[in-house]
């Protein structure tokens, strides 16, 4: 065991006295983070497709997420954190490296798309130059193990690259077949320090409760014939992609709602026995913890099912809480952050010292200055190049504004999240001093990438060889 | 973003010669003209050193503008090349490719746009009719839909009452709004073929010979031939000092024939130059002049013998190195000239640079500012580009000649039933009108010190070369010619043999560019019905 003092870990149970406590001396003077937690336990917890608006701690009226509220109410919460993508492969993948997706490249599942011949995006051959956080984490000494329910975090994309052990198995898993393997692992490991990846699709679209839905938030009169199926999701799915949206009745709309309520309260549930596990082990008091998901999943908001289409909030905006093993009392941080800053701030908090290459390479900041109270508040770019349907480019400003380009057709959206929240009212027209300025800072900052937005767009697939490059 | 809005009202209270107000951005106190003039050789004006006095008013503008020595158009042709100054990109990127091009093939943005952003009031007076005349094409059927192509955020859309003729209008538009915070484009066609058509007659013989009759009045009734100026039918017959009828040469002009023409090309052009003198003298009385920018600018220059024709027909310098003046309000940088070549597109990059106006990611040209202060010039491209697009082949094959077939054909061309029509000619070549728009053939890329032409197909050129049809001549193209601009500044002679690692240089340079512009190449209206092939899920 590393520490030396034994805490009784209060972190599930925390009683309501203490938290009072704390933020009563948050007011008077507010605690500094200690950042020294160098050869802490990372617990890095994806919960595929979680959008930060069903939270209830986020804003969402439903009591769905009692565990996950609690995290976020006595750590460090980023209430206002906004993924690199909305869908799996490249969202997760940029926080592994520290890049935008059109940085490490892993923006499709295929590098080279023309059947019969598809050969899969593999970062070790698109971005070899790229060190991942396993990688490092491993070089310090870490064992490293990923849990994951496969798909679109499989090892195959480069996923794998720095883990001791990378389970992949299954497609769609859920965390009722990762975390019983993840909590073997660590028991089988717990006297060393560890970087444990721990992801599940338990809220996707493709995922159902093993033991069936009970609809315990479907209100009772429902008279529809959907059943919550993922047969009935990728159906709608679909249908939202040929037709441009999807007509439902408000009953059935609530009814879908419901289920991914459902979904979310059995992963809720299922997270916290997780980590009471890990508490147990008495692992927790050295453990930093981060929780959050790759992008969100849209039930209708824009009239259509799923994500990867769209950068829409539904999609983008997610939920980040980070939790320390002492001396971070937790706070509510309302600064605009990316999901690719996530690297660079573990890396901090661990006190691991940047390489010159490393340095160069990482994109985002680390957010350890806003866990001690200053604001870190800046523009953040989302891009989604989606089964070749559709390629966007997404600015979200710090004060509010959010302009979303598609490469396809040259459309142009903004809008003003502050009075739009639901992004129904394109300002772009009105608003084109703005949208124009916004743009050309959405451009330079995919420009600096080396990737130019203007003229025409690409056919999606990163050219592995030069000769596939498109002519 | 919010701060602009603070000053967006600063304008109105911001008079002349009153110093801006601190951190205001210029473009919120900055009028800006546009002044286009179409077939203007820079070398035909005084401040660029011509000894005809052609452009006093002109010349009073250069005195306080920054001059442009080594100003490269993108194109040849006017829509062409002005679109690519309008948008800063180059004519694939924008879309703007061929006369033909629609509204909807027009992707690039353009200036009128970002200034609308800013709260400009666009007006255009205009006289080109490149940018009005929708033509329709008696056999394809094709429209040529010049107005809707240019006219997109223009407040005020004018042409000249009569065509081709000076843009008087502006002139009381400009006393009528001159409270408004404003963009005047003033495209000018009257410097354009049919030489000094529309001078008045006192005017247009000023520069003539004495006692000279026009030679081409004595072969046969042309439209137009019993007046006395030039337009596309007898320039089209010159070729290498002869001018043919009926496929044989009927004329070897004389000395005075050329400087009978060039007298009426010059007459054009100080006609124009008194249009600038009017509008120079009202801005000053409006009291205008110190809040307002000026760009004056020629779209395209013209050849005048030096390559045997009259035309802007390919991309030598005498029809792509053009006049640019920049007059900044205050005079600033008054009386600079540069000599580092810039381009077309590199016009609107420094108009917005100037006004404090972001620059568009898309656009290909650059500000280039730093050449008139002076400060670091590593930015400047040091490669010009130009395209010739092939109007006759392309445009005056599917316009001019299906005119001149039906109006003028059987009393020009008596012997036609012994050859092709060109038409046929073409199509044989191309198919049915080429779905393959704007054949980039010829492409050039220029230095400050070289130029280098690229012909693509040298033979195909040989085979449909409207001067070889016109004299029964066969006419040779080579692929590659270089020229040394120092010592040959009207490029007649080829020195690719003499400096062949120059060539080779150059001409991979612009192998590059091509495929570039290539890959590039706007989407068009094309845009979003291109196939795509979703892939499965997941």
Known sequence: ?471 | MVIVSFFICGCAAVTAGEPALVNTPVHEYTNVILISIDTLRNDHLGCYGYRRKTSPHIDRLAKRAVLFENFITQANLTPISQMSILTAQYPRANGMIEFESSEADVTGRRLPEILKYYDYYNAAFLSSIEFYKNVKLSRTGALIPARSVFEKHFDVYEPTRKNGDIPWDALGWIKRNKEKKFFLWLPLGSVHWPYSWMVPEADRKVFDPPRYSPFFRKYGAFPNANKDYMGIGILSRIYRGEYYCDFSPAHRLTKEDVAFIIARYDAGIRYTDMFIGRLLSVLEKQDLMDKTLIILHSVHGEDLGEHGYFQHYDIYDTEVKNALLIKFPGNKFRGKRIFHQVQGIDIVPTLLDYLQIPLDESFQGRSVTALIKNTDVSQINEFAYTSRIPLWEFVLSRYLLEWYQMIAMPQVFTKIESKKHYPEMLKEYFGTFPEYRYPPYDIAIRTNRWKLLWRKDPALQEKISWWGFISGKNISRKEIELYDLTQDPFERTDVAAAYPEVAAMLKEKLVLWDNKQEAGRSPGANRDSRERSIIPYP
């Open chain 1, 1 to 471: 065991m590393k520490a030396g003092i034994v805490i009784t870990c209060s972190f599930i149970l925390g009683c309501s006295t203490h938290g009072q406590i704390r933020s009563k001396v948050k007011i008077e003077e507010p605690p500094e983070l200690n950042a020294r937690f160098k050869g802490a336990n990372v617990i890095m917890v994806s919960l595929d497709a979680l959008q930060a608006g069903h939270v209830h701690a986020l804003g969402y009226p439903k009591d769905v997420t009692p565990v996950i509220d609690r995290l976020m109410r006595e750590n460090y919460n980023f209430t206002n954190a906004v993924s690199v993508s909305s869908w799996t492969v490249p969202a997760s993948m940029s926080w592994f490296t520290g890049v935008l997706p059109s940085q490490h490249k892993v923006v499709n599942k295929f590098s080279f798309y023309d059947p019969p011949r598809q050969i899969p995006s593999r970062l070790k051959e698109l971005s070899p130059n790229l060190i991942t956080l396993a990688e490092i984490l491993k070089e310090q000494g870490y064992a490293t193990a990923a849990f994951t329910g496969g798909a679109g975090v499989s090892g195959i994309f480069g996923f794998n690259r720095g883990f001791d052990r990378y389970v992949d198995d299954v497609k769609f898993g859920s965390m009722e077949y990762t975390v019983p393997k993840a909590l073997q692992w660590l028991k089988d490991n717990k006297d060393k320090k560890f970087f444990l990846f721990l992801h599940g699709y338990d809220v996707h679209g493709q995922c159902e409760p093993s033991e069936g839905f009970d609809y315990r938030y479907v209100s009772r009169g429902y008279d529809g014939t959907y059943t919550g199926s993922k047969k009935e999701q990728e159906a709608l799915r679909e249908e939202g992609l040929t037709n441009g949206k999807v007509e439902l009745r408000q009953e059935d709309v609530d009814f879908w709602r419901a289920v991914y309520d459902e979904k979310i309260n059995r992963l809720d549930r299922k997270l916290g026995e997780f980590l009471r596990e890990v508490d147990d082990l008495g692992l927790m008091r050295n453990t930093i913890l981060c929780v959050t998901s790759d992008h969100g999943t849209e039930v209708y908001e824009h009239q259509r099912f799923d994500h990867g289409f769209s950068l829409y909030e539904e999609l983008i905006h997610v939920p980040l809480l980070i939790k320390v093993p002492a001396g971070g009392r937790g706070r509510q941080i309302g600064d605009q952050v990316s999901s690719i800053d996530i690297m660079p701030t573990i890396l901090e908090l661990l006190q691991i010292e940047l390489s010159p290459v490393l340095r160069s390479q990482l994109r985002g900041i680390s957010l350890v200055e806003a866990m001690r109270a200053r604001t870190v508040s800046r523009e953040v770019y989302s891009e989604t190049d989606y089964r070749r349907y559709t390629y966007k480019r997404a600015l979200r400003t710090s004060d509010g504004w959010k302009f979303i380009y598609t490469l396809e057709s040259g459309e142009k959206e903004l809008y003003n999240l502050r009075n739009d929240p639901g992004e129904r009212n394109n300002l772009a027209e009105k608003e084109a001093r703005l949208a124009y300025e916004l743009e050309q800072r959405l451009f330079a900052y995919f420009k600096s990438m080396g990737r130019d937005l203007s003229g025409n767009w690409e056919t999606g697939c990163y050219p592995v060889y030069d000769s596939q490059a498109p002519r």
